[in-house]
């Protein structure tokens, strides 16, 4: 069965630093994987998603996640965090419909 | 904008009470899902319907039922609510696409306490 890690619970960064949240996954072959964005009191938002073809994907709001066969692994990255990006981040992956436990940005002024 | 709506954003249950929980898309997508939240869980699938009447269990599926006699709306029902069953209720829709996952909408969710 496919299962997907996100080992860090809770992150906190500075506006206008950079961020990557990890997500890290296990499946035979090469997974759908999406990463979403939840904010407070709102439903689940897509930010980007890889199927195949370049390994690095561009999203919304700034965002890029990076996909590495070689380390089972789909982080999502940002040069520079907004305040707006505080939020609970959670990546899946397809086909099974697993979603990682969730990562909580906290953005310091 | 594709719009998942919940019937409601709060319910407060008793113990033993049936629970219904109504999810409206209107996006004439194929698949709805329903899944509950908690912390330090993330999502888990409870039942997915891929098509009017079919449905599929998840990997909690236990203690719910579903029914789907339209497609635009998904109902997830507790028979006996029980107070391990408080929790966030996310509903998604996705198209049908390349695989059965594709983009998934959300719906606000609804927070259930069962006292």
């Known amino acids: 069965a496919q299962s997907v890690t996100q080992p860090d619970i809770h992150i906190t960064v500075s506006e206008g630093a950079s961020l990557e949240l990890r997500c890290n996954y296990s499946y035979g072959a090469t997974p759908y994987l999406f990463w979403y964005v939840q904010s407070p009191g709102q439903g689940l938002q897509l930010l980007l998603k890889?199927?195949?073809?370049?390994?690095l994907v561009q999203g919304i709001k700034g965002f890029e996640a990076e996909f590495k066969r070689s380390q089972s692994s789909f982080n999502l990255r940002k040069p520079s965090v907004h305040w707006s990006d505080a939020a609970e981040y959670f990546c899946a992956v397809g086909d099974d419909m697993r979603f990682g436990a969730g990562t909580r940005l906290t953005v310091k002024p | 904008d594709v719009k998942v709506t919940q019937s409601s954003r709060y319910l407060v249950k008793r113990t033993g009470e049936k629970v219904f929980l109504e999810c409206v898309q209107d996006m004439d997508h194929e698949n709805m899902f329903w899944y509950r939240q908690d912390p330090g869980l993330g999502l888990r699938l409870i039942y997915f319907s891929y098509d009017v009447k079919m449905k599929e269990k998840g990997d909690i599926p236990e203690g719910y039922s579903v029914s789907r006699e339209k497609k635009e709306r998904f109902s997830l029902i507790l028979e006996s609510a029980s107070t391990n069953q408080t929790s966030m209720y996310l509903c998604a829709s996705s198209p049908l696409g390349e695989g059965r996952l594709n983009e998934q909408f959300f719906g606000p969710g609804t927070r259930l306490t069962v006292l």
């Open positions: 890889y199927f195949s073809g370049d390994t």
